[in-house]
């Protein structure tokens, strides 16, 4: 296309490194290109009225706000940051080849895992499945970018802290005594990237379709699926992972309570050419099998923890 593709970012190192990354096999493929970096919503007030278009998702509403707006062309996201209802007129344009999906321990030594220890993270998913099996340890919460949660972790008395083992090789920050955590299910299309755009800029869409890879889009689909049927608009510790081997979609699932003394999962598989409504049919299989009392207990604990 013979118009400049405005690129949307958040201005993290991260997110810088995924646009970049975008902008790079786009230009390969002959498009002119910018970077238009974009803070994140915390910065910024946004309209009352965008909000009625389901602009939701702390990571991603910025940037949404401004393909709407049309101030960018498209957005380009981690995709587990996504909310797997795209508010209205934004499209899922391409996914990108998945990176490694897994998360890993970055630690000031491991002997704590025989003991006890501060483990921190902000997420849900890694802090109930880290209590399920190290029951003795605190988890204290870690929010922020990659780079500042690094720095928080040297600065306080924690044992460690949880990272996507994709991010921290995307920037070379990831610590090679690093412990890879090939225990713990991932969060939904963890490890990979999204190209999001207004679905009324048919040329644009084209000019990004070729950098969609197919089996990334497959998987991270039924993850998400998984995830959404679960979710029913409530935030739950959720682990999916999807993957392709020989035409046949291998996955696994699991819901925990917030605390991990209780969780419910399961690994099933799929011939690839059977694969539509995977992801749902495997969450109505957990709902079925204790997960409705556990999502009804966890919606019950967050709501007084708000209170």
Same mark, same amino acid.
């Given at each position: ?33 910018? $970077? ?9 007030? $946004? ?163 070729? $950098? ?96």
């Amino acid at each position: 296309m013979s118009k400049v593709i405005r690129i949307g970012t958040r201005d993290s190192e991260l997110a810088l490194w995924q646009a970049t990354t975008v902008q790079n096999q786009l230009e390969a493929l002959g498009h002119s290109t910018t $970077l238009v970096p974009v803070k994140s919503v915390g910065d910024l007030k $946004l309209d009352q009225p965008l909000y009625e278009l389901g602009v939701t998702g702390i990571f991603t509403k910025t940037l949404d706000v401004a393909l709407i707006k049309g101030d960018i062309d498209i957005a380009v996201h981690s995709m587990k940051d996504v909310p797997t209802q795209l508010p209205k007129g934004v499209v899922k344009a391409a996914v990108l080849e998945r990176a490694e999906s897994e998360d890993v321990l970055v630690h000031k030594g491991a002997d704590f895992l025989n003991g006890k220890g501060i483990l921190a993270t902000g997420s849900l998913r890694r802090k109930a499945q880290w209590l399920a099996k190290y029951p003795k340890h605190q988890v204290v919460d870690l929010r922020g970018n990659v780079n500042s949660r690094l720095i928080k972790l040297i600065e306080n008395d924690w044992n460690a802290a949880i990272f996507a083992k994709a991010g921290l090789e995307r920037i070379k920050l990831l610590p090679k005594d690093a412990i890879v955590l090939d225990w713990m299910v991932p969060a939904p299309a963890q490890g990979a990237m999204m190209v999001a755009a207004h679905e009324s800029n048919t040329a644009v869409c084209e000019a990004v379709a070729p $950098l969609n890879h197919e089996a990334t889009a497959i998987t991270t689909q039924i993850e998400r699926e998984f995830l959404r049927t679960l979710e029913g608009g409530c935030t739950a510790p959720i682990g999916a992972y999807a993957k392709i081997k020989d035409l046949t979609v291998f996955f696994k699932g699991c819901l925990h309570a917030l605390d991990g003394s209780t969780f419910v999962s399961l690994e099933k598989e799929r011939p690839i050419a059977r694969c539509e409504g995977f992801g749902k049919s495997c969450a109505y299989e957990v709902l079925d099998k204790g997960g409705r009392q556990l999502l009804e207990e966890i919606k019950n604990e967050l709501n007084n923890s708000v209170h």
